[in-house]
């Protein structure tokens, strides 16, 4: 079975602030796919990144930076000098080749409040 | 990535009538995916959804309840039938786009309320 776990339900935290948010995730694949969504206010799904199992490399993308860890089964993802317009719910999702990639099991999500 | 639309962006309906939710993809695309997600919950797929066969249902829903077209390559409809407050929810339609394996775009979502 697959499942995803984002055990922190809401995080705050100051302008300027780094934030973490976890992943932990479970699956019997070899070959799987993880994702970052961050859902703002509005509802909108806003898809930030796409990790493959056989690529183990961090990635940043401006303040944001992804750290993927086999071992532990873990995607966290990191926000460096957090804004306010970072504020929204963010979604760690999985799919893997078992479902032929079709569906996304999705974690139950991080609320970031950010304050000024 | 695939532009997605969603009609109606949100609507307030009665307990037992139905609501048909639009999706219109900018390209044609093979899958097409819808979601709910329930107030303050996480997203839970409901059915995929092929062009020219039936659509798939994930375990707790079922067709009479959530009856799915997909006439074309670029557009599908999600009806929910004999509404209830539970079924007050957002709904979104996905796609898959970029390569082959499973880079997923969400549609802005409807938001509904069953009153």
């Known amino acids: 079975a697959q499942k995803v776990t984002q055990a922190q339900t809401e995080i705050s935290v100051v302008e300027k602030e780094d934030v973490t948010l976890d992943c932990v995730y479970e699956?019997?694949?070899?070959?799987?796919?993880l994702f970052w969504y961050k859902q703002p206010p509005s509802g909108e799904l806003v898809f930030l990144i796409r990790?493959?199992?056989?690529?183990?490399q961090n990635e940043i993308s401006g303040r944001y930076s992804w750290n993927f860890q086999k071992s532990t089964s873990s995607f966290n993802f990191t926000i460096t000098a957090s804004q306010v317009v970072d504020s929204a719910v963010y979604f760690c999702?999985?799919?893997?080749?078992?479902?032929?990639?079709?569906?996304?099991?999705f974690g139950t999500g991080t609320r970031l409040l950010v304050s000024p | 990535s695939a532009v997605i639309s969603q009609k109606p962006s949100r609507d307030i309906c009665q307990r037992g009538t139905s609501l048909t939710i639009q999706c219109q993809v900018d390209?044609?695309?093979?899958?097409m995916f819808w979601y709910r997600q329930q107030p303050g919950q996480s997203l839970t797929l409901i059915a995929t959804?092929?062009?020219?066969?039936?659509?798939?249902?994930e375990s707790g829903f079922v067709i009479d309840k959530f009856p799915i077209s997909r006439p074309n390559l670029t557009f599908s409809t999600l009806t929910v039938s004999n509404m209830s407050p539970e079924d007050s929810s957002i709904y979104l339609c996905?796609?898959?786009?970029?390569?082959?394996?499973?880079?997923?775009?969400f549609g802005p979502g409807t938001r509904l309320t069953v009153l």
């Open positions: 996905s796609v898959r786009g970029g390569d082959a394996y499973n880079e997923q775009f």
């Open positions: 699956t019997r694949d070899t070959t799987y796919y």
């Open positions: 990790r493959n199992s056989f690529d183990e």
């Open positions: 999702a999985l799919s893997g080749v078992y479902t032929g990639f079709q569906k996304l099991v």
């Open positions: 390209s044609q695309v093979t899958m």
């Open positions: 959804a092929n062009q020219g066969s039936e659509a798939t249902y």
